[in-house]
């Protein structure tokens, strides 16, 4: 109870369960929001959150369960931290002087899920070592620096050997594969899911779920790049459907996250998006 003219020096709430608890704060003060959650995470206005969103394109989804990555197929996580190689299918991708794309933005996570990033030169068709020795996961690749083309000439690929782990389309600037890999000591909030699917026989349908290797209902990790617990499913026919979660699915750090699709005809094109946001822990 507070009588009148006495000053407030401590505010605190009670949760559901009655314990007592105080509110959040940011640089010293009450955090009041008077805006959409959303906008002003994007706004920056909310410390140690960051907006986050990624993008995924198959050309090519078949009957089996696909991956919605450009290079099409499943993907493959690595197993371990290696060093890897960047190569374009075409010659003008070469630095410093070629047509299309020169240098490449890698963003990373090594063996301990900590993030790392490197400005990779392109050199045409002849496979150029990244720096990094312990590349655990591919977050995104975008073009840093272009010749007169301003996109790639040709598909370039990040491999570990044989396998494909990072992959740009001929003709654009970024990495469209819907794989993600939540950093060390951050936590992933997931509130919306755009879908697209298209090319299709008609009366069939493509199947697209979001997967993680997290289960929230026991709280348990999975094997990592193995085992994947399905979270959201949609069933299309030749359409897109956006849908914003009333509750943002959260997955904490070192979740891998990807988005899979099949057809019941044996073709079909799959385009899709993540929205969401970053907590620092």
Known sequence: MVSEGQAISVVSFKDYDGNYIAPKSANGQMRVIAQDYLLALAEGDIPN????SKIGYN???????????SATGSYTFPTVGTTMQISSGNAQDAYPSGEGARTINLYY???????GSEVLQLSGTTPVNTAGTDIFRVNNMRVASTGTLYSTAGAVSLKAGAVTHGYIRAGFNRQRQLIYTVPANKTLFVSSWSIGAGDMTVGKTMICTTRATYDNKSGAMLTAGKHFMPYTEIALSNMPFLRNFEEPTRLPEKTDLKVSCYTTSGGGVCSSRLNGWIEYN
């Open 59 to 69: 050309p090519s989804v078949t009957t089996s369960q696909d991956d919605c990555i």
């Open 49 to 52: 959150h960051t907006a986050w």
């Open 109 to 115: 996570l090594d063996s301990n899920y900590a993030e």
